[in-house]
C-alpha cells in the first residue's frame, strides 16, 4: 500500500524559506510521478509543482514560479519542496501526492494522482 508523509511545515515570516520533504513507505518512489499541492481554507486543491519519475522533468504553477523548487532523491525514497521568498498568499495545507505506478508526468492536474499524504500546514505572517 502506498504511504506518503510530508513534513517540514510550520510558520514562517514573509520572506522567509521552508523545505517540505514527501517521504514514501512501502513502494519504489522513483517508479511514480509526485506532486505536491495546496489548498487553502475555503478554496480548492490547486498544484504547486509535479516532478517526473527520473527527476529530469518539472511542471510548475505560475504562482510559485521562481520561488519554489521541487526536486527527489530515490535513493532516499524522498521528493522536496524548497520554498522561498515565502508570502502570505503561500499560507495552506501542502500535501504531496503520487500517479499511478509508472505513468509519466504529463500535467500538475491533482486529478491525475491517486495516492495522498495527509498533509504540512505551511503559515507565512505578514
Known amino acids: 500500500q502506498l504511504r506518503l508523509v510530508e513534513s517540514g511545515g510550520g510558520l514562517v515570516q514573509t520572506g522567509g524559506s521552508l523545505r517540505l520533504s514527501c517521504a514514501a513507505s512501502?513502494?519504489?518512489?522513483?517508479?511514480?510521478?509526485i506532486g505536491w499541492f495546496r489548498q487553502a481554507p475555503g478554496k480548492e486543491r490547486t498544484e504547486v509543482s509535479c516532478?517526473?519519475?527520473?527527476?529530469?522533468?518539472?511542471i510548475d504553477a505560475d504562482s510559485t514560479k521562481g520561488r519554489f523548487t521541487i526536486s527527489r532523491d530515490n535513493t532516499q525514497n524522498t521528493v522536496y519542496l524548497q520554498m522561498n521568498s515565502l508570502k502570505p498568499e503561500d499560507t495552506a495545507v501542502y500535501y504531496c501526492a503520487a500517479r499511478a505506478r509508472l505513468l509519466p508526468l504529463i500535467s500538475c492536474d491533482p486529478t491525475a494522482f491517486t495516492s495522498w499524504g495527509q498533509g504540512t500546514q505551511v503559515t507565512v505572517s505578514s
Open positions: 516532478i517526473s519519475r527520473s527527476g529530469s522533468r518539472t
Open positions: 512501502g513502494f519504489r518512489l522513483g517508479e511514480h510521478t
